[in-house]
């Protein structure tokens, strides 16, 4: 029996289920004529094999009305725009230019226009939703470019124009911001730019005086062609590819001068890699995963890794750098949770995540001294996962826990913060499988089980 995805419901034409370990798309009459359109096409081949389309094929499939069915394989790792860096949504935000470019000039069109089309597989942006794709009728619009502003471009914007993270919003807002948000929020300098008039100013008066309905029927009247859209695609391309954001920012980038980062790197590497041997996993969470470091060692031992990071400039620099890790960019105190339609629509991180070993190195000090969490709720935490977890001990007399408690009060500290309390509460929720204590003495590795495994 399949179950129909909690995020794959708005187009009638095209919507996603799963079967066992299968992911399959069922089409009615109208998306099966997307399909064949597409699929007999150059252009799916070429994308196809260039790794910027999801690769699908049709397939026999009973107890559906559907009037076809094509498969594709499975997402690793799924992850949403707020959980994005700015680095990774603009070369997003190209790939959907770039497809809607190809298509056109194979006789078809993309008919919307979201990021949450589109995943990272291996390090690299591909668009997931065939779907999308269907023949393009002469004198049609664009019917994607407002979606494509408030969800691509103004956020692109706002990141490198304004300097405001663009993360919470759609978090907060998965439709993003409108033309009359960005008119309000750019510097008047910003808003004279001809490119801002152009998306900002000029859409802005446009849905102060009709509505979408009244917008795609007047376009249409005025003589829309493909050569047009073409023309404002390449626009678009070169906008696009001119906004930069100076990834200015704190947290692991002056981190890493501590002297125990490189001094202990090696001994948490054979660390790790003793852990993947005995337990095997296909899927490793790297909590705090600063640079990336520990998760790639999992990846290069044939893992899955998700690296989750609070610090974009460290994740974008990572992401850069040509990483096949999965990226998660999210505050640990507060990940992204489960939402959209009747709150299961976007799955939380965790839901997605499911790892078979996590990795905390470097991390339970900050949440228990920074985010004044305590330790038997960080603790419970890591038991959650209910997997083995690798997890690193800081001791109250380390220097950077020194640093962390320097404007606190004995008082206003939890208990459990020694290393007797801290095994003490290990010990109540797991199995301690290994230990071993790091150069300077008031650190440990612990490799710890589930008691109730």
Same mark, same amino acid.
């Given at each position: ?170 978090? +907060? ?7 009359? %948000?960005?008119?309000? $929020?750019?510097? &008047?300098? /910003? =808003? ?109 031992? +044939? ?7 609070? %610090?974009?400039?460290? $994740?974008?620099? &990572?992401? /850069? =750098? ?122 440990? $590795? ?8």
């Amino acid at each position: 029996m399949y179950q129909p995805d909690p995020g794959s419901f708005r187009d009638p034409a095209s919507h996603v289920v799963h079967e066992g370990g299968r992911v399959l798309r069922l089409l009615d009459e109208r998306g099966l004529r997307g399909w064949e359109a597409l699929s007999s096409s150059e252009f799916f081949a070429e994308a196809t094999a260039a790794g910027k389309l999801i690769p699908a094929h049709r397939v026999d499939f009973e107890g559906s009305e559907a009037a076809a069915a094509i498969e594709h394989p499975v997402v690793p790792f799924v992850s949403y725009p707020y959980e994005w860096t700015f680095s990774m949504l603009k070369d997003a935000a190209l790939l959907q230019l770039d497809l809607l470019d190809r298509a056109l000039r194979a006789g078809l069109t993309i008919k919307d226009a979201t990021p949450f089309n589109i995943q990272f597989v291996d390090g690299r942006p591909q668009f997931i939703d065939v779907g999308s794709f269907e023949a393009y009728e002469p004198g049609e619009p664009w019917i994607g470019y407002r979606q494509f502003t408030r969800q691509f471009l103004f956020p692109l914007m706002l990141h490198a124009w304004a300097g405001v993270a663009y993360q919470p919003w759609l978090r +907060g807002d998965m439709e993003g911001p409108t033309a009359a %948000d960005m008119r309000r $929020l750019l510097s &008047l300098g /910003r =808003r004279l730019k001809p490119a801002a008039m152009m998306h900002v100013s000029l859409q802005a008066r446009m849905e102060e005086r009709m509505s979408g309905a009244s917008v795609r029927q007047e376009l249409k009247s005025a003589g829309f062609s493909a050569e047009l859209i073409l023309a404002n695609v390449a626009k678009l391309q070169r906008l696009v590819s001119s906004l930069e954001w100076d990834g200015t920012g704190h947290g692991w980038v002056e981190y890493e001068s501590c002297s125990h980062v490189e001094r202990d790197r090696e001994t948490k590497g054979g660390f790790l890699e003793g852990a993947i041997e005995r337990h095997g996993p296909r899927r490793v969470l790297d909590l705090g995963a600063n640079d990336g470091y520990f998760s790639e060692i999992a990846r290069r031992h +044939g893992a899955l890794a998700v690296a989750v990071d609070g %610090d974009e400039q460290v $994740l974008d620099a &990572l992401y /850069r =750098r040509g990483t096949t890790v999965s990226l998660a960019l999210g505050d640990l105190t507060n990940p992204s949770p489960a939402q959209g339609w009747a709150g299961v629509e976007r799955p939380s991180l965790f839901q997605r995540a499911r790892p078979d070993l996590v990795i905390a190195y470097g991390l339970i000090h900050h949440l228990i001294y920074t985010a004044s969490i305590p330790p038997t709720t960080v603790i419970d935490w890591l038991a959650s996962f209910g997997c083995p977890v690798l997890v690193e001990f800081v001791s109250p007399e380390d220097p950077m826990v020194a640093r962390l408690t320097a404007n606190k009060t004995s008082a206003e500290l939890h208990p459990g913060r020694t290393a007797p309390e801290f095994e003490s509460i290990l010990g109540a929720r797991f199995e301690t499988l290994g230990r071993v204590e790091l150069g300077g003495g008031v650190r440990a $590795l612990y490799e710890v089980a589930p008691l109730n495994r």
